[in-house]
């Protein structure tokens, strides 16, 4: 497929650019956002540019959806969805646990997608119906079926946005007796690659927006898992996210029996 070629070039130059940003990461380059915990760095808004002059430039008629600068376009059937950097408070930590995330959607439906994890030199690429890849080798989710065995992951960006109701503390207390392990990356876009790749059986989160899980999610689907959200539906990221290898779907959704979203 042309776009995911193309996706996957953009991306690779995208993760180059944030490298060598990251390098040099001043606290000049820092920038808050709505709250003083939400964090957008110059790196941040200097790959989406990249990303969208690309894009704007091979495909004209299509829309661009960026965390950074919100839509673009005349609402038509295609919508790149950008994610310039998931995982912005490592990148300014300076840990590995971040990527440039990207979905090319038409009419709402996931087309192709890639992730790029600079630090680790991981490139995940996915395509509807034809499987999801880590560096050319062939994705597959987890076959565990015993939650006791089972690495889950999730993240706290409720918290960030100052959540007090029905956060994720009270799913997290509950979830992390019952599992192998809890993981907390700071990524949603690489967590449902961890998910994808067999690692992880699952991934939650309250509270993430399109951008986060855009890519991430064609990922897990592609490699035989599963993405709904908390209800068991398919109105994520607006009611939570949950995405699993499948098997695990419904002992995880068991977790969520008195969820109430407050989201509108
Ligand atoms: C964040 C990461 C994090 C998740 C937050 C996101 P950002 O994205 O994906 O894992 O917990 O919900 O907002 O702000 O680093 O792009
Ligand atoms: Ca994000
Ligand atoms: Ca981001």
Redo the contacts with the bound molecule.
Sequence with gaps: MEELEFLTGIAMQAGAIALAEQAQLTPDRIHTKATQL???TDA?RKVEAFLSREIRNRFPDHDIYG?ETGRTGDRGEYCWII?????????IHQLPN?CVSIGLYRRGEALASVVYAPASRELYAAEKGKGAYCNGVRLHVSARSCLEESLVT?????L?AGWQEENNLKFFDRISPKVAGVR????????LCLVASGKAEAFW?L???N??IAAGELMVREAGGQVTDLFGKDQYPLHGTLATNGVLQDTMLNFFQDYRCIRK
């Excluded at 994610?83 to 990148?91: E, W």
């Excluded at 907390?184 to 967590?191: I, P």
């Design positions: 939400d964090l957008v941040d965390e994610d310039p950097i998931d995982g912005t408070t490592s990148f971040w999730t993240g706290f960006s409720c960030r907390r990356f700071g990524s949603a876009a690489l967590d989160e509270g993430v927006e951008y986060d």
